[in-house]
């Protein structure tokens, strides 16, 4: 009998708290599509980790940083540009494995302009008005500002410029003649460049989007979750887990921060420290 | 014509052209003045319809949103199904979008607008809109106003005809006068067409009077008769024929004009030179106005090949062509026949169904020409072996059925069909070659098997195939007995199909757990029936009527949407656990099996195909080991686990062990329950275990029943047990609470040093199955 009252004791002391971790994502899309595209990857952490994997999509970009940064969230989804911007401010984080899109891990842009632009270098740019994509876009944002910044076009030299909605607004409003240039992914430009673009400049290859860890989760810990991450290599497994995140990737692979030292040469940011 | 006639048509002519003249000025004023205002209704609502849109575009473009230009446009044309196309261009003319619908129209109307945006943005929208609907509404007026012109033209016309008519009264007797005549030239062409009818129909026609008297016949019954119509013509039969049939001919006539009613009748004639015809005769009365009977009419036609040809088909009917037997639509009449006669006598008959041994090799060899040969001298052989009373049949091929009738008992037909069989050994000589066959004869005898024609041919028929099966050259009774059990199988069978619709089904899950650890690791899904008169059915008493049957695919099917269904259930309560799931290999080896697999797990996102391994059965027969191999493969990677259920029973236990890709042997329970008393059962589990090491699959021990088999197991070296020490199989909600309370025996947590505490125990994720683990 006292046995039996003693076990009662402990369930009720260890069932109300359950363990579980978080997955962190960037808010680049509404709340219910992250949730439901991550769903199946959590899932699958959540039966090889045996607790429960929770997805917490940030409020911002900044917000989602500071909670990668403040150690908040256990496994943090990021996008290139936030992930170097995230070790400039809180340190290195243990990496767990990047995206391969198509085969490569690895992605690209070009700046581009009108197939009959007189325009043929970026210095030419100044006086023209530009197209951006998001803000916090890598590809359309962050790094076509970096390449004006290297060739000294700073954006009050600019006649102006705005930021549209989504690549593919940048390729026509060029198109349009609404802006002299602007700035697009590798697979924008393929779908527009026989439409009247060309590209002024391809941008360097940056590293794909990538998984972190909390800076204190267990050596132990965050190699099982680099090996669950990076077992998924059969095409069965890619359909299942990965496809509903992003129908163009094809595995998850190992990665080191050198890989976006590119980046960070790009943004003027000095590799972060090993620790 | 007359010429007052004629001035009178002409001016009623000439008088309604003008009318429609008149009436034709204010209705095309209408039509015109209703074409201008909807017309210039269509172009209002165009320009209209093109402000919003331009509107709603210029919002679009001022924000950026280029890429929602093209949906919108889809929208539109779904809310203006009028609209045909809609184009939008910028100033530098690059086309941002353009959207059409439905096929070119005859006429529309073009709208175009220029959009201002942004700093220096221009685009040109320009709308264009199908009107053929409204023409095709003005097409549709137009001809409800010819008529209403026609209509009234032919109205006016009518009351100034009325009005004329009355002064022209004088003319309407000339008219009378010419129109009888021509009627009465009429009338003399009329009849003249008629005798030609009449001659030229092959039928004997003759009309007759109220005395009996010819009055008139055709070409056909002069030739008949052999008299013309003229010699006829006054007179009876009395003159032409002897007495007696003219006595006969003329009460006959008049039994028809008296009482007034028609008679057929079918009659021989014989002519002279002793040929016959078959003539269908019809002789009906003929009336005046007042409804006199005025004499009667007779028409007859020789039927006799008609007659001839019905017989023929008769024949064919009810005989087989080759053999001249009765076929099966003729026997199915006989039996019925035996049957009713044997009621009556108080006696038996039998059915034989003979099929001819070796007649396939016969005609492959020799030819068709030859096997009908073979046939017939066997049918004839066949017929000249029985009694009058008795009937062979062919059904075709080299089949036969035989009713042997008036038997007293038994052994009398016993004795017929070895008299048959010896009948079939005999050599059948055709073109100076020997053919030698043998028969398989199946047997049933009425009443002892009381059933009806169509099923005593069906039994006698099994029991044939029966014999043919034992070794050919025999005979074989009916069996009654494994007929009923056939029909209760299939009976058997429908009821579970209905019980699957009906969700009588339910899953039990039985425990297995980690023996070393002594926690739970994960559950055998045990399919279950919830009969609703005989309760909770275990799977021995309705899967083997079901073994091999389509329906057994099926419930496999449903077996395993169940459970993925109750583990995503689970999930959501934060259980997490391993399942084993029986399948079949019909299933299995299904094309389709790893596509709908794939889609279940689409279907139930929340199970991971990591929890889930199907068990095959040890003792299943797999046919190409290589294809199932490729199929385990293919299900591994999406991350399901396989296993071999009943290890040990099977024959080829090796092979599949080395050419599968399983992950576990299950070693099965007959070994298990008796290896403490039997050191054969402790050597075959033993020896299992070991193979399993060396194979690296683990092992999981069904039917562990006491503490002492665990320890037993746990020195060998097994992983997993499952078995009533354990728990038997429970309800999904039992066993959510079985998971949360069980702790294993304290023997076998004393035995293994890696045991769980008991906070630990309750923890919602149980220790999980899996090689890396």
């Not at chain 1, 779908?191 to 400049?201: A, R, T, V």
């Not at chain 2, 002519?13 to 269509?42: C, E, G």
């Not at chain 2, 059965?617 to 999406?638: F, G, P």
Request: charged share 25%.
């Amino acid at each position: 009998m006292i046995k039996v009252l003693i076990s009662f004791v402990f369930i009720f002391i260890t069932i109300p708290v359950t363990a579980g971790m978080i997955l962190g994502v960037h808010p680049y899309l509404d709340h219910q599509s992250i949730i439901k595209r991550f769903q199946p990857l959590a899932n699958y952490l959540s039966f090889h980790l045996n607790q429960e994997v929770q997805i917490r999509v940030g409020h911002t970009y900044d917000d989602h940083l500071r909670t990668i940064g403040e150690n908040e969230i256990d496994i943090a989804y990021l996008g290139p540009a936030s992930y170097v911007k995230m070790v400039d401010n809180y340190g290195r984080k243990p990496l767990l494995a990047r995206l391969e899109a198509k085969g490569k891990p690895v992605f690209s842009g070009h700046i581009i302009i009108r197939e009959n632009s007189s325009i043929s270098t970026i210095g030419e740019l100044k006086n023209k008005y530009f197209a951006f994509g998001d803000q916090n876009s890598t590809m359309s944002s962050l790094i076509p500002k970096a390449i004006l910044n290297k060739h000294h076009v700073s954006l009050d030299e600019l006649s102006g410029y705005r930021h549209y909605k989504g690549h593919n607004n940048v390729a026509l409003a060029v198109l349009m003649a609404d802006a002299d240039a602007g700035a697009v992914k590798e697979e924008v430009y393929e779908k527009y460049k026989n439409k009247g673009l060309k590209s002024l400049m391809k941008s360097p290859l940056i590293s794909e989007h990538v998984f972190v860890a909390r800076s204190n989760m267990s050596p132990t810990l965050v190699d099982k979750i680099k090996r669950l991450l990076l077992a998924m290599n059969s095409e069965e497994k890619v359909k299942l887990y990965l496809k509903p995140i992003k129908k163009s990737l094809t595995g998850l692979v190992d990665v080191k921060d050198e890989d976006y030292d590119s980046l960070r040469g790009l943004i003027n940011l000095k590799p972060a420290a090993a620790k | 014509m007359s010429v007052g006639i004629k001035t009178k048509w002409k001016s009623y002519w000439l008088f309604l052209i003008a009318i429609m003249l008149i009436l034709l000025v204010p209705i095309t004023l209408v039509l015109n003045k209703i074409y201008d205002r909807d017309l210039t209704n269509s172009r209002e609502t165009t320009k209209q319809e093109l402000n919003l849109l331009s509107h709603l575009s210029h919002n679009l473009l001022q924000e950026g949103e280029y890429d929602q230009i093209p949906p919108l446009m889809e929208q539109w044309l779904l809310a203006y199904p009028n609209t045909h196309i809609i184009s939008l261009k910028s100033l530098n003319n690059y086309l941002i979008s353009e959207v059409k619908q439905g096929n070119a129209p005859e006429k529309s109307i073009k709208n175009s607008k220029v959009i201002k945006y942004g700093y220096h943005g221009e685009a040109k929208l320009t709308l264009t809109k199908s009107i053929d609907s409204l023409y095709q509404y003005f097409y549709e007026l137009f001809y409800y106003a010819l008529g209403i012109w026609l209509f009234t033209g032919v109205i006016t016309t009518y009351i100034i005809y009325s009005l004329v008519k009355n002064r022209k009264e004088n003319n309407r007797l000339e008219e009378l006068g010419s129109q009888l005549f021509k009627t009465n030239q009429q009338l003399i062409r009329d009849q003249s067409l008629l005798k030609s009818l009449i001659d030229s129909i092959p039928d004997l026609i003759f009309i007759k009077d109220f005395n009996s008297s010819y009055m008139g016949c055709n070409k056909a019954f002069e030739k008949f008769s052999k008299y013309t119509e003229a010699e006829l013509i006054g007179k009876t039969d009395k003159e032409f024929v002897h007495s007696e049939l003219s006595i006969d001919n003329v009460n006959s006539d008049k039994t028809i004009i008296n009482s007034g009613k028609a008679q057929r009748h079918e009659e021989w004639i014989t002519y002279t030179d002793g040929s016959k015809v078959l003539l269908d005769t019809l002789r009906t009365p003929y009336y005046d106005n007042q409804g006199q009977v005025l004499g009667l009419i007779s028409i007859s036609r020789d039927i006799t090949e008609i007659k001839v040809y019905q017989e023929q088909l008769e024949s064919m009917a009810f005989l087989d062509p080759l053999t001249n037997l009765p076929n099966r639509r003729n026997l199915i009449d006989k039996i019925n026949s035996a049957i009713e006669h044997a009621d009556r006598k108080s006696n038996m008959f039998g059915i034989c169904s003979l099929d001819l041994d070796g007649f396939k090799e016969v005609n492959d060899n020799y030819g068709h020409d030859i096997g009908d040969q073979v046939l017939i001298e066997f049918a004839s052989r066949l017929k000249n072996s029985l009694r009058a009373v008795d009937t062979v049949s062919r059904w075709g091929g080299d089949e036969f059925s035989i009713i042997y009738t008036d038997i007293e008992d038994v052994e009398q037909c016993v004795n017929f069909i070895e008299r048959l069989l010896e009948i079939s050994l005999l050599p059948i000589v055709i073109n100076n070659r020997n053919f030698f066959l043998s028969a398989s004869i199946g047997l049933t005898i009425y009443p002892n098997d009381n059933s009806d024609a169509d099923t005593l041919l069906r039994h006698a028929d099994q029991a044939m195939y029966d014999a043919k099966i034992a070794g050919k050259n025999r005979y074989e009774f009916f069996d009654h007995e494994q007929n009923k059990i056939l029909h209760e199988h299939h009976e058997k069978r429908n009821r579970i199909e209905q019980a699957i619709q009906d969700n009588e089904m339910v899953l039990y899950f039985q425990p297995q757990i980690h023996l070393k650890k002594g926690a739970p690791y994960g559950v055998e899904a045990l399919i279950r029936w919830d009969h609703p008169e005989d309760g909770i059915l275990p799977p021995i008493q309705f899967l083997p009527y079901i073994e091999n049957h389509h329906i057994n695919i099926d419930l496999d099917w449903w077996v395993i949407e169940q459970a993925l269904s109750q583990l995503q259930k689970w999930s959501k309560h934060n259980i997490y656990i391993h399942m084993s799931i029986n399948v079949t290999s019909i299933t299995f080896q299904n094309d389709h099996f790893v596509d709908k697999l794939q889609n279940l797990f689409n279907k139930y996102s929340h199970v991971v195909p990591e929890m889930i391994s199907f068990e095959l059965l040890e003792t299943t027969a797999l046919d190409n080991l290589e294809q199932v191999s490729l199929k385990m493969k293919q299900c591994q990677n999406m991350g399901v686990q396989f296993s071999l259920d009943d290890f040990g029973t099977g024959y080829s236990s090796l092979s599949y062990v080395s050419k599968l890709p399983v992950n576990v042997l299950k070693i099965d329970q007959s070994f298990i329950r008796n290896m403490l008393n039997d050191k054969g059962d402790e050597s075959i589990v033993e020896g299992v275990i070991k193979l399993a090491a060396v194979f690296e699959h683990y092992v999981v021990a069904e039917g562990v029943e006491t503490i002492e088999h665990g320890i037993k197991l746990m020195e060998m070296g097994c992983h997993f047990a499952q078995g009533y020490a354990i728990a038997k199989p429970l309800p999904a909600d039992e066993l959510a609470k079985w998971l949360s309370f069980y702790r294993a025996p304290k023997e076998w947590c004393e035995f293994s040093p890696q045991k769980q505490s008991i906070g630990n125990s309750v923890k919602k994720n149980v220790v999980l199955f899996s090689k890396q683990g």
